[in-house]
């Protein structure tokens, strides 16, 4: 089985990070787009279940449940959804974090590290130090990556790449696109590999 998977994904969603670490499993190239499904979600008329309390409530139980079908960790970062509903962390610095990773040549330690800091190992991703921290323990230069996150380039980047995707049809994370056809969720990633699997047959 081989083909492509266009991931678009957001640090912010637990069901993305369930995801993410599933898609090796599928044997295929992923294509990393990483976006801010908070803007992607205004531009579509979606709401994020923070807004619904009842739907934040109840994905909270789904996710664990699907944690723990997968034998992962899975846990709530308490100090990082304090900062973000107060203003005092704007999250588009992680996703144009993985932008300047991709550039730099340092996505896959990256990624991994800010997920598990998100959601498997709680840590704190508020704070400079905090990100200065998690990235240099994950063998990266924090320096050059942050640099490269403010730069104007990046910021317009994550613009076009949030339009793009709004555009696709993307509303929420995770999203996959595999041969112009789209899933959404960790738990279509079953017709993910049947549509990998087509591709490969034809």
């Known amino acids: 089985m081989s083909s492509t998977i266009e991931f678009y994904?957001?640090?912010?969603?637990?069901?993305?990070?369930?995801?993410?670490?599933?898609?090796?499993?599928?044997?295929?190239?992923?294509?990393?787009?990483?976006?801010?499904?908070?803007?992607?979600?205004?531009?579509?008329?979606?709401?994020?279940?923070?807004?619904?309390?009842?739907?934040?409530?109840?994905?909270?139980?789904?996710?664990?449940?699907?944690?723990?079908?997968?034998?992962?960790?899975?846990?709530?970062?308490?100090?990082?959804?304090?900062?973000?509903?107060?203003?005092?962390?704007?999250?588009?610095?992680?996703?144009?974090?993985?932008?300047?990773?991709?550039?730099?040549?340092v996505f896959d330690q990256y990624h991994t590290a800010i997920f598990n800091a998100a959601w498997h190992t709680p840590r704190d991703l508020a704070s400079e130090s905090g990100r200065n921290a998690i990235l240099a323990d994950a063998g990266i230069s924090p320096e050059p990556v942050w640099k490269r996150a403010d730069a104007p380039e990046l910021q317009v980047r994550l613009a076009e790449g949030t339009r793009a995707a709004a555009e696709k049809g993307v509303f929420g994370s995770p999203t996959f696109i595999v041969d112009g056809e789209m899933f959404f969720g960790n738990d279509r990633l079953d017709f993910v590999a049947e549509r990998l699997a087509s591709t490969a047959a034809a």
């Open 9 to 105: 994904f957001d640090y912010l969603s637990p069901y993305t990070y369930l995801a993410n670490t599933r898609l090796p499993s599928l044997g295929a190239e992923i294509v990393y787009r990483p976006v801010f499904i908070m803007d992607v979600m205004k531009l579509v008329n979606n709401r994020p279940s923070p807004e619904c309390p009842p739907k934040a409530r109840y994905s909270a139980l789904d996710a664990a449940r699907w944690a723990k079908r997968y034998g992962i960790p899975l846990a709530r970062n308490q100090d990082l959804w304090p900062a973000l509903m107060s203003g005092k962390f704007d999250a588009r610095l992680l996703i144009r974090g993985a932008l300047a990773a991709q550039d730099l040549g």
